[in-house]
């Protein structure tokens, strides 16, 4: 078992579980026992944390991110060091790395890509006005959240602007990928090598490939010193090329010829978006030094020439090679026409060969209805837009007909597909469109495709492309996760007609609709479940207890009346099952009351109640909070609350005197006794 998990460090950080291990570090869960909340906390490893040198370079990461505040990076809330233990107190935030989405995914729409570009430009914005270079910008270290947002993290060999730190190669294990050529020789840095390192990135978003691969590091790096990779268009055809100037601009070796700023590359990201069409013409050239500074078509179709040329001289060297080898059978086919028999033999076991593999083949890709997908509506979208959605190309071969077609629809427009809609097939499974060619009697509309379940991003930049103007409106929904599209109106299918604007509406997740609890006190269990169901709230648990309150009626209600909670809520009751048969009768003679002759019986008298209000604070590193009451282990309060509240007073009720009170946040709980008056 871990050493420090069950540990508290600092004396409040209570270490929990691993969540995850880097090269240097391990990042535990824990909970801050004084704020009542879950951070992440990274100590460096056993082998590390004798090392002056790892240790100064720990503290760079504490020191850089303490200085940083923003959506899209890792906030940073403690450093400390506890008996040779150093540690870093960071949010603790569920997602995964932007590496691992990449690889499930394989590459990204150029849409998606540059929504995380975008993100991670505005962290560098900020990170850079603080005069910190991050200096290991890659996929591994930016993590995605369940809503798409980017947060940059690691700040491990981040330098301060101001001490012009240099870092060599050995300092970017397992990132030579990702490392500006300046790095790589050693050179003096400035902001602009994030910005290559963040071109990179932008490169394997889109393509799902890396610029420069090599068997060694020593090779990657030399490539990024001294080769020029394809544009990104050229290895996956539908990407714009201006996202091409972009991103190869980014990536430019001279550093002269680079982007000069992260805000320069952010506003030619932005200009893209308003306008797939833009082009930026960032030409092509070499300086004095005989480096190259852009990456021009020029200058790939050299490089490609070279590569060929080489690769071409490597095959005949292995074709005379092959000759050599097998020079002796030259006459196998000459005997075989002399020995009929046995070239029939071969050919019968060749046969006998492709059948088995093409059985094989089946099993494994339609014998069986296992793992059939369905193939979506195309119709109506444009083959631009599809050819560069990865929610279709990553699941389909999509490839056009041989041939457009002439319509009414605009040049590009999808008018049929092969195979229809609904059907199931398996991965992989070709889809042939059939695009318009336009006509002289082209609608000039947009037909609107179904945006339902799509990021607003997604819609926009298909609407911009169309110069379709829209406007947004929130609604609730219970189908569609709040933030994402819920319809159109026009709704998807419909025509909208040149100048109209599109409204779209976005989920602001279920409503949540209040209802104000009744006074249960007195009604009998059906009555009260009644009036319950009448404000759209349910019957909890029934318990039935001893009290001198009538039998069957309702003595004691978890959520106190006139209280305001969502619908659905559950309240629970307590009934009077009467009072137990006493051993001795009581004494009478101080009762001035006349007893009617002995034989009538006494109004019970009506049952005191105690309240006490019991204060809860809220975590601050979540959105919702679910909190928990009971008294003496009974549930008197169930609800899931807004953090954004801060805290939170909850009136309770009970027999007056002295009761255990149970609070239970997100699971983390704890008791204490309470007064009830």
């Not at 300046?182 to 394997?204: C, F, H, N, P, W």
């Not at 007909?401 to 597909?417: F, H, N, T, W, Y």
């Not at 009762?591 to 109004?603: I, V």
């Not at 007056?656 to 997100?666: A, L």
């Amino acid at each position: 078992m871990d050493k420090y998990i069950g540990k508290l460090l600092g004396g409040r950080y209570e270490i929990i579980d691993v969540v995850g291990v880097g090269g240097m570090a391990v990042v535990y869960r824990a909970r801050d026992v004084v704020l009542n909340r879950y951070v992440a906390v990274k100590i460096l490893k056993d082998e590390y944390a004798k090392d002056p040198d790892i240790r100064k370079r720990f503290s760079i990461e504490s020191q850089a991110v303490a200085k940083l505040s923003h959506h899209n990076i890792v906030s940073v809330f403690d450093v400390g060091s506890e008996n040779g233990t150093d540690y870093i107190v960071m949010e603790l935030i569920e997602g995964i790395t932007l590496k691992e989405y990449l690889q499930k995914k394989g590459h990204l729409g150029w849409q998606e890509a540059v929504f995380f570009a975008e993100q991670i430009c505005r962290a560098l914005m900020h990170a850079h006005s603080r005069g910190i270079i991050h200096q290991d910008i890659k996929p591994q270290n930016v993590i995605i959240l369940r809503d798409g947002t980017a947060k940059l993290t690691d700040f491990g060999i981040a330098s301060f602007a101001t001490t012009q730190e240099t870092r060599v190669v050995q300092e970017a294990i397992g990132s030579v990928h990702y490392i500006s050529p300046e790095q790589a020789k050693g050179s003096k840095i400035d902001y602009r090598t994030d910005i290559y390192s963040l071109g990179v990135v932008m490169y394997e978003m889109l393509t799902g490939k890396l610029p420069f691969e090599g068997e060694t590091a020593l090779q990657v790096v030399m490539q990024h010193l001294n080769a020029v990779p394809l544009a990104p268009s050229e290895l996956l055809p539908g990407i714009p090329k201006g996202l091409d100037e972009i991103v190869m601009h980014a990536m430019c070796a001279n550093i002269g010829k680079r982007y000069a700023s992260a805000e320069a590359l952010y506003a030619d990201l932005e200009q893209l978006k308003n306008n797939v069409q833009t082009r930026f013409d960032y030409a092509a050239a070499d300086d004095e030094t005989g480096e190259t500074h852009v990456i021009g078509r020029d200058v790939q179709r050299a490089a490609r020439r070279t590569a060929a040329q080489e690769q071409s001289a490597r095959v005949a060297a292995q074709r005379r090679e092959t000759a050599t080898a097998v020079r002796e059978p030259e006459g196998f086919f000459d005997r075989l026409a002399e020995r009929p028999a046995l070239a029939a033999g071969i050919a019968v076991a060749v046969v006998a060969v492709i059948a088995l593999v093409v059985v094989g083949l089946l099993m494994f890709t339609g014998g069986s209805g296992e793992n059939k997908i369905t193939v979506p509506s195309l119709v109506g979208q444009t083959i631009d837009d599809v050819m560069s959605d990865s929610t279709y190309t990553e699941q389909f071969t999509i490839q056009e007909a041989a041939e457009r077609k002439e319509s009414d629809r605009p040049v590009g427009e999808i008018l049929e597909q092969d195979p229809e809609p609904g059907t199931k097939v398996t991965k992989g499974t070709i889809i042939t469109l059939t695009v318009s060619a336009g006509g002289d009697n082209v609608s000039d509309t947009y037909k609107i495709i179904d945006f339902k379940g799509r990021t607003l991003e997604y819609a926009q930049a298909m609407l911009d492309e169309h110069n379709v103007s829209y406007t947004t409106q929130e609604e609730f929904s219970d189908e569609v996760e709040a933030g994402k599209i819920t319809r159109t109106d026009p709704a998807a299918g419909e025509e909208l007609e040149k100048g109209a604007t599109l409204t779209i509406y976005i989920s602001k997740g279920k409503e949540d609709k209040k209802a104000t609890v009744p006074d249960l006190y007195g009604m009998s269990q059906s009555g009260a479940k009644q009036a319950l169901e009448g404000q759209g709230l349910s019957l909890g648990s029934v318990d039935q207890v001893e009290s001198s309150a009538a039998v069957g009626t309702v003595v004691w209600q978890s959520v106190s009346k006139g209280t305001e909670v969502s619908q659905g809520t559950a309240v629970n009751i307590q009934i009077s099952k009467g009072k137990s048969q006493q051993t001795n009768p009581p004494d009478t003679s101080d009762n001035d009351e006349p007893s009617g002759g002995g034989s009538g019986t006494q109004e019970p008298p009506t049952p005191t109640t105690g309240s006490a209000t019991i204060p809860v604070a809220l975590p601050d590193n979540t959105d919702m909070a679910h909190v928990v009451i009971s008294v003496d282990g009974v549930v008197q309060y169930d609800e899931t609350l807004e953090t954004s509240m801060g805290s939170v007073s909850v009136p309770l009720t009970s027999s007056p005197g002295q009761h255990e009170v149970t609070v239970s946040v997100d699971g983390v709980s704890s008791s204490q006794t309470y007064t009830f008056n």
